[in-house]
C-alpha cells in the first residue's frame, strides 16, 4: 500500500514565541530514534519518536515544562488531524496531521499562549484585527518575498506584528483604536519585504 506521508506539526515555539509549521515525512521518523524538532529561531522545540507499539512526542511549552504525548500507530498515521492536548490541562498545545486538514484549524491558532484580555489596551479592538489577521493566514494571503516565508503573529498590549521567522522581517500594526480597524480592513494582501522593518501606515499602498 502506498502511505502518503507528508505531515505538518505545527507548535508554538517559546523562544522565538512564534507558532511553527514543521513538514514531516513518517517515513524519516524511525523506531527507537527520537527525531529533533528544530524551529527556523534554533530552539529545539522537542522531539519524535516512533516505539513498538506507538508514536511518542514531546513538546517543550513556553512555562519550561515538557510535555510528552503518546498516539497509536494506526491513530498516528492514518487520523486527517490530532489536535495536541495537554494531558491535564487539555489545553491545546498544537496540531499533527496531513496538511490540508490542518490548515483549517492551525490557521486561526494562536499558540500556547493564552488570550487574556487585561493584557490589552482595547480587548474587543484586539480581538477584531487577530480575527481578521488570523482569516488572511488561513487564505495564505500574508507572505514574504524571502526564499522560505515562515509567518507569525506576535500579539502586545496595542499593536501586533507580522514576522517572517525565516529572514526577519516585520509589519507592525496598530490595534487600539477604531481607525486600526478601518486600515487592517483595507488590506487584502500582505507580502513583506525580506529582511525589513515597517509600519502599517508606511507600508500600505493604495490597492488596485
Ligand atoms: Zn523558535
Ligand atoms: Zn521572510
Not at 505545527?10 to 522565538?16: D, E, G, M, N, R
Not at 488570550?115 to 489596551?121: A, F, G, N, P, Q
Not at 487592517?184 to 509600519?199: C, D, L, N, Q, Y
Request: proline content about 7%.
Amino acid at each position: 500500500m502506498l502511505v502518503d506521508a507528508e505531515r505538518v506539526l505545527v507548535l508554538y515555539c517559546p523562544a522565538c514565541e512564534l507558532v511553527q509549521n514543521h513538514p514531516i515525512s513518517l517515513f524519516t521518523v524511525k523506531r527507537n530514534a527520537p527525531k529533533p524538532i528544530p524551529c527556523t529561531c534554533g530552539f529545539n522545540q522537542g522531539h519524535i519518536e516512533r516505539r513498538e507499539d506507538a508514536y511518542h512526542l514531546g513538546i517543550f511549552l513556553p512555562s519550561g515544562e515538557r510535555v510528552r504525548l503518546r498516539f497509536g500507530v494506526q491513530e498516528f498515521q492514518q487520523m486527517p488531524v490530532l489536535r495536541l492536548l495537554h494531558p491535564e490541562t487539555q489545553d491545546e498545545l498544537g496540531f499533527f496531521g496531513v496538511p490540508a486538514a490542518v490548515k483549517p484549524l492551525a490557521g486561526h491558532w494562536r499558540g500556547v499562549v493564552a488570550l487574556d484580555e487585561e493584557d490589552y489596551v482595547r480587548p474587543e479592538i484586539m480581538e477584531r484585527i487577530l480575527d481578521y489577521l488570523s482569516d488572511l493566514a488561513a487564505e495564505e494571503r500574508i507572505t514574504c518575498g524571502c526564499r522560505r516565508p515562515s509567518i507569525g503573529i506576535d500579539v502586545y498590549a496595542d499593536k501586533v506584528e507580522l514576522i517572517c521567522s525565516h529572514c526577519g522581517s516585520a509589519v507592525l500594526i496598530g490595534a487600539a483604536t477604531q481607525n486600526d480597524i478601518e486600515r487592517v480592513r483595507r488590506i487584502e494582501r500582505v507580502t513583506m519585504e525580506p529582511a525589513s522593518f515597517s509600519f502599517l501606515d508606511e507600508w500600505l499602498k493604495p490597492f488596485e
